[in-house]
């Protein structure tokens, strides 16, 4: 048996809706994290702050929003609690990936994997902003909402959560529970589809490339 990606079956490499003009938005899904859930337990917020520091290079970030390097992104999700996505790890040794962050949190924060359990879609193009505000009732100018930030909400009546790393130019990520997955794709495609939308079909099974 081999864990496939939430999307296998319902991404398909090609183009949807405008076909005679430059691709207005690229979408795609990102197969390649190791995704999990990170919730401070009371009494102890600097000491979380300082071991993910130690671990990951990275600042907690305090309100919605999102910090990220070349290799792991922490994600704001509500208050004391995070969506932390590593890269680094291949095939499934990703599985492994909450056990040791739970670990090196200790006392400080509980963990749960949930590498497998969220599809997570990347957005790209000059037609982006465009297509997500046919789907979120958030501000996103780029004064409100720039390269960094992060927003909990609904995307055609689907949860959601909305970031713009801060180390993928022009890059927005939507996540949300693997088995609405092919319902927000479907959204997507269809608010996309007056700019062209170019998608990209990822690796079919999440251990791909082992």
């Keep these: 048996m081999r864990p496939r990606a939430p999307l296998a079956d319902a991404l398909v490499a090609g183009r949807y809706g405008r076909a005679e003009v430059t691709p207005g938005v690229w ?3 990102r197969t390649d994290l190791a995704a999990a859930t990170v919730a401070l337990r009371a009494g102890h917020a600097d000491a979380l702050a300082d071991r ?7 600042d907690l970030p305090q309100r919605p929003g999102c910090a990220a390097d070349n290799a792991r992104e ?39 994997d949930l590498t497998g359990a969220r599809a997570i879609l990347r957005l790209s193009g000059p037609g982006v902003r465009d297509t997500l505000a046919k789907l979120v009732p958030v501000d996103l100018d780029a004064s409100v909402f720039p390269p960094g930030s992060a927003a909990v909400t609904l995307a055609a009546h689907i949860g959601v959560t909305l970031w713009r790393p801060p180390n993928a130019e022009g890059a927005w990520d939507l996540a949300c529970y693997r088995s609405f997955g092919e319902s927000l794709l479907h959204a997507v495609q269809e ?9 990209s079909a990822a690796a079919s099974s999440i251990d791909e490339g082992a």
């Design 27 to 29: 979408l795609s899904e």
């Design 52 to 58: 993910l520091r130690a671990l990951f290079g990275l």
């Design 74 to 112: 922490v994600v704001w999700t509500a208050p004391g609690q995070w969506l932390a996505l590593d890269a680094v790890r291949r095939g499934l040794a990703r599985f492994g990936f909450a056990q040791d962050l739970a670990a090196a949190l200790g006392d400080a924060a509980s963990v749960t």
């Design 191 to 199: 608010a996309a589809a007056e700019f062209g939308c170019e998608v």
